[in-house]
């Protein structure tokens, strides 16, 4: 019996770690860490005690191989070769989290709805910073936009997009209300969502939570996409009411910036392969600052290109990117490319992103192959789960955006929670269900 007592607690306390990750999230890197080793020493504790055997699953051994291409790749550049290892924690993360999940040990409707109500405080935060200057522990909003909690980092728009889906499903299905009180509180709720996403002036964000918040509605056609639509509805007269002026400039300059990316990466391209247009630039100011008008992201995009032929097959190793690219004089270097797949491609060369492409495309032909069955049963409680995480993953893994670096604490972390979320539901579908009464 103490034995038992000792399983179940271990079990709470694991429960209570994924229930509260959006805090841990909240709380920067050395938080996640935190709840990244502690849910590993935990959950070995638990396998030994149990006396679980070891074993992988296919997309298990896949993901391994590419954490060792990060060592490989760090090791032939004989830079950050201890990161590059401690990295590895993210793929034991990814192993026993799969492994919980499977056996139905996390309890996925308290998930739920506490994400739902870390992401409704976080939304609320916003707003209140927004127009009173301060949020609700007296942290001053920034120049550039809102971002409660998180300081002078500016996710906060992030967060309620990778989050706000869980929310949402939270909202759709779990208020039992009269149809017209519940769509009335559904518009509500994702009226202050949009809106909380908006202030935070995070451009990429916003955008892509409208594209696939809406595509998720569209699922839904008849129950879910008149408040959805609605909801964005309210969220154009706000802008018009209270902020146009700011919209118009942060939008219409996102606008110009995005229709000609490649137009301006096609110039960087040609003028950093012209050493002689490069040197005349590099003296004279002015065609310096037209070279970096706009956002940069022509040139983190293509730097990323430049840096990338340095090591095509293995990169330049984790956390690299920077360095060589001030090395090679490029315009406008930063930490990591902005772009998921272009710092994959610069950090561990064509071996890890290929490696990492092959690990999607297996989730991805795997979800098609069960799309016939899924929309058959999509109002079902597990095909309304599968179908949430889908468009999460989906918009998480959109590769024409603009991004922080996947190789990032937070970042990694997400990436590991929502792809192991998915991928139980997908190569398990047969025995899952949503576990509500664990705990």
Not at 226 to 252: E, R, V
Not at 265 to 287: H, P, V
Request: proline fraction near 1%; include cysteine; aromatic fraction near 18%.
């Amino acid at each position: 019996m103490v034995v038992s007592a000792n399983y179940l607690k271990i079990d709470k306390v694991l429960n209570l770690l994924v229930v509260l990750f959006p805090i841990f999230f909240i709380l920067g890197n050395f938080s996640i860490n935190a709840f990244t080793i502690l849910f590993s020493i935990l959950s070995l504790i638990y396998f030994v005690k149990n006396k679980v055997k070891f074993s992988l699953e296919f997309y298990e051994v896949i993901f391994l191989i590419f954490c060792l291409s990060i060592i490989l790749s760090s090791i032939i550049n004989e830079h950050n070769v201890i990161k590059s290892i401690f990295y590895l924690r993210f793929f034991i993360l990814f192993y026993f989290l799969n492994y919980f999940l499977n056996k139905n040990i996390i309890n996925l409707e308290k998930v739920f709805k506490f994400y739902f109500f870390f992401v409704s405080i976080v939304a609320l935060d916003l707003i209140i910073q927004h127009f009173s200057g301060f949020n609700v522990i007296g942290l001053k909003i920034l120049d550039n936009g809102a971002t409660s909690f998180f300081g002078d980092e500016r996710i906060a728009g992030s967060f309620l997009k990778q989050f706000g889906f869980f929310a949402a499903f939270f909202l759709f299905e779990k208020l039992n209300l009269k149809k017209n009180l519940k769509f009335i509180l559904r518009v509500i709720y994702l009226s202050i969502l949009n809106i909380a996403i908006l202030v935070s002036w995070q451009r990429v964000p916003m955008l892509m939570w409208f594209i696939f918040f809406t595509m998720y509605g569209l699922c839904y056609f008849k129950t879910k996409f008149l408040s959805i639509l609605t909801s964005f509805i309210i969220l154009m007269i706000f802008i018009n009411i209270f902020t146009p002026d700011t919209a118009q400039q942060k939008y219409g300059s996102f606008y110009d910036n995005a229709s000609e990316l490649i137009i301006k990466s096609m110039k960087i391209y040609e003028i950093t392969t012209d050493e002689e247009k490069l040197e005349e630039i590099k003296w004279d100011k002015e065609k310096r600052v037209n070279m970096n008008k706009g956002s940069g992201h022509h040139n983190l995009f293509m730097n990323a290109i430049f840096v990338w032929e340095d090591n095509k097959i293995f990169g330049v190793s984790l956390k690299n990117f920077l360095k060589k690219c001030n090395e090679k004089s490029l315009f406008k270097c930063s930490q990591h490319p902005h772009n998921f797949y272009l710092d994959i491609l610069v950090t561990t060369g064509l071996l890890g992103l290929i490696i990492i492409l092959s690990f999607l495309i297996i989730v991805l032909l795997n979800i098609i192959k069960i799309s016939k069955t899924l929309y058959r049963t999509k109002n079902s409680l597990n095909s309304k789960y599968l179908i949430l995480l889908i468009f999460n993953f989906l918009m998480y893994f959109f590769p024409f955006q603009s991004t922080g670096g996947f190789f990032t604490t937070s970042n990694s972390t997400y990436m590991i929670v929502i792809t192991s979320l998915l991928i139980t539901m997908v190569f398990n579908r047969k025995d899952k269900k949503i576990k509500s009464n664990h705990i």
